[in-house]
């Protein structure tokens, strides 16, 4: 039986692709090609949303969602991207040519095989002409090619470091079109810096070398929801590392134009907001201050309501609370005079979804560190120590650290809060801390014995009524760990030794 062969089965790349869009999908107007072309990206943007956030995007929708996206059938016509070194001479030729509909097809074709390369498409951009190809057809002047030439980098950008070193020679073109009038240039234009943005700090450097900020913070001045978010997810891969040069993120003007945005906007755009703000307030508190003065606080609160709903795309948001509330005290007071605030943090604390769940924890966590009595006040009077019970006592560890951490900081501020918490309901879980082999959960139980053996006046006994409880205990003295064998230790000869009488001793200083 007669297997085709690679060649034979794509004999010509415009025959096949134009296949492709056999019935209806060849745009006949202008009108017609941009509202094909904006329903296929809203549902690309859809696919990254539903991906949660990636630190690089493909430009890139399979055949049967392209159709779906733009309402059309997409009929049996499978596209085979699995090149060879035959079909790259063709497509190069293609590229070439002197017929404008070949060339776009051929650059077309080019950006959907870029998104799994063969190793012929991977030999064609790291070792052959393809990325100078692509860069002819920017250089040309048709903005269909153009277009089609930058999609070809964004999806090189997106791949390896190999990949993505080979498209940073394409950065000067791409910086000026940010500054054209062609929103879907620029967008995409965008789009290919913030892949080349995330890969490492020299092409982060090489970006900012080539005056890659100040346009990228323009944009943001745009009335078009898609050009912001692409903007944002340049500008947050831009800020990331310790080498980000945040101080420019400012002196670009970038903290009015971000906060304009968190008014009355779509929660697609919020969040990539939120992911810029994530990163410049993860710099210093130098930063956090800045925002802060600027009057960030309620307006990032006022969309954690519209967000609650929306799963992981609350992320950013959480994440920037937890940066502010890492902050000073005073950063953390300016959060919960917020009414709405505390509340909204707690119900997060109950999503569903795991990763907004424990982010949320860590950001009460950060609050409940605070040396402010009226701090804690306002966290217990907002329901707090019933739902981080619950979920320090029922889910897995990971998500009970979280919680666990949140009670031992209420626990730390004195005798009136350890003694304020269910101790008989936490205890248990606790010892399973002690029980655990991860220095940091032990450390985290012992801490919530010694308070409890300390400030309890029963919670010798409360410890005792648990079997095996003392055992657990005993069992850290033989730890390989010295912190955690002398704190163990002191708590089995302070309460539990032959001739103890329970005194009071800061074991863990």
Partial sequence: MKTETQAEKRKSIS??????????????????????????????????????????????????????????DDGDYPVNYELNTHDISKLEEELKSSSHEVRLDAVKFLGRALFDPSKAVHDFVVDGDCVNLLTQLLTAGDPDEQLQAVVGITNIAAGSYEFCIKATSTIPYLVSYLKESNVALQDHSAWALGNMAVESDEIRSMLRKNGVLQPLVNLLDSSDSNLVQTACFALSNLARGPNAHLEEFFQAGISPKLASHLINNTPDTVTEICWVLSYLTAGSDQFIGQLLNEGIAPLLVQNMEPLHSQGALA??????????ASGPDDYTDILIKEQIFLPGIISFCQSDCRPVKKESLWVLSNITASRRPEVLEKVIQAGAIPILTEIASHTNFDIRKEAAFSLTNIACHGTKYIQALPNNVLLPGYLEFVRSEDPELIKLGLTYLQLLLTHVPEGKSLMQSIPDSIYALESVTLSTHSDLCRTASVLMDTYFGENNEGVEQDILA
């Fill in 15 to 72: 025959e096949l692709h134009r296949s492709r869009y056999k019935r209806n999908s060849i745009s006949k107007t202008n009108e017609e090609s941009r509202r094909r072309r904006l329903a296929i990206d809203q549902a690309l943007r859809r696919k990254h949303r539903e991906q949660l956030i990636t630190a690089k995007r493909f430009r890139h929708l399979t055949q049967k969602e392209e159709y779906e996206s733009a309402g059309e």
């Fill in 315 to 324: 992320l950013p948001l959480i994440r920037t609370f937890g940066n502010i």
